[in-house]
């Protein structure tokens, strides 16, 4: 059973970078990752995700060029790096494995996912 587990996330004045991490647990491989966040009101959204084979990655217009993913395979650990953080960052992420399918593209829809995190806080103060 995959688990995961996110990490990272707190209150940060905007403008501010964060780093948020999600151990992998349970495999000794990697999988098409991706982060999604969900703000109080609002559907869960797709932040970004990488590849199985981590060639690939892929971001949300509203992210693209500020927030980056990256990956530790001896660490088991996917990064979401977020710079110029905006109010409008503020949300729960989370982080999700796809444990099957093709190991180039990165899925963007929450169904595509099988195993997800519990999330972590993410709050911009402006």
């Known amino acids: 059973q995959v688990q995961l587990t996110e990490s990272g996330g707190g209150l940060v004045q905007a403008g501010a970078p964060l780093r948020l991490s999600c151990a992998v647990a349970?495999?000794?491989?990697?999988?098409?990752m991706g982060w999604f966040r969900q703000a109080p009101g609002k559907d869960r959204e797709f932040v970004g995700g990488?590849?199985?084979?981590?060639?690939?990655?892929a971001y949300a217009d509203s992210v693209q060029g500020r927030f980056s993913i990256s990956r530790d395979e001896s660490k088991m650990t996917v990064y979401l790096q977020t710079n110029n953080l905006k109010p409008e960052d503020t949300a729960v992420y989370y982080c999700?494995?796809?444990?099957?399918?093709?190991?180039?593209?990165?899925?963007?829809?929450?169904?595509?996912?099988?195993?997800w995190g519990q999330g972590t806080q993410v709050t911009v103060s402006s």
């Open positions: 999700a494995a796809r444990t099957y399918g093709s190991n180039w593209d990165v899925p963007r829809g929450q169904h595509e996912y099988n195993f």
């Open positions: 349970g495999s000794t491989i990697m999988f098409s």
């Open positions: 990488i590849s199985w084979s981590g060639r690939n990655t």
